[in-house]
């Protein structure tokens, strides 16, 4: 059985995991590089923060990645939100809550000003964009394109339903798993 990595919500004909992942972008990365040590995925699927991570560790471990709303710049994203905030769903480790303050903006900039550094022209072809038009938060399908070959739409926003899953990302993932 083929196995994906979704970092945030997935569902489909496959082994999926789907972690809870660490707040700051360091640990986030060691985590995810950990994780597909251990569990040796055949495909990493992001959306928004999870797509930004996935971009950057495509490459360096070998796996293709489908990217759903990735967001480039999360810490512009985060300077509005400085504060106190409520996970959307439950997670394994209990907390429910989180804070986002100056240093994890600077984190995830830092972070940014290198999120390219280990960009390959072979895999132009083996990430994969997944666009929502009616995202209101994430607009970076240009910047995208700048170093990927393969962008696709779909009719719904940042964070994509459980419907919107099944019917835009699951058969992506299932047409790159066959291809890729």
Not at 58 to 70: R, Y
Not at 74 to 91: A, D, T, V
Not at 100 to 112: G, M, P, R
């Amino acid at each position: 059985m083929k196995k994906i990595l979704f970092l945030h919500g997935f569902s489909g004909r496959a082994d999926v995991l789907t972690p809870d992942l660490p707040m700051h972008p360091q640990d986030a990365l060691r985590f995810i590089r950990e994780l597909i040590g251990r569990e040796k995925p055949d495909l990493l699927v992001g959306n928004s923060c999870g797509a930004f991570y996935a971009q950057m560790i495509a490459p360096v471990v070998g796996i293709p990645a489908l990217l759903g709303n990735p967001h480039f710049q999360m810490s512009e994203f985060l300077k509005q939100r400085i504060g106190q905030h409520e996970y959307k769903s439950p997670r394994k480790d209990g907390k429910q809550s989180f804070v986002i303050d100056e240093n994890l903006v600077k984190e995830f900039a830092a972070l940014e000003a290198t999120q390219f550094d280990n960009w390959n022209p072979q895999f132009r072809d083996r990430v994969w964009g997944l666009f929502g038009e009616q995202d209101s938060l994430a607009h970076f399908k240009p910047l995208f394109l700048e170093h990927y070959n393969r962008s696709f739409h779909f009719p719904g926003g940042h964070t994509p339903t459980a419907d919107e899953v099944r019917t835009w990302y699951v058969p992506l993932a299932e047409k790159m798993l066959i291809e890729l």
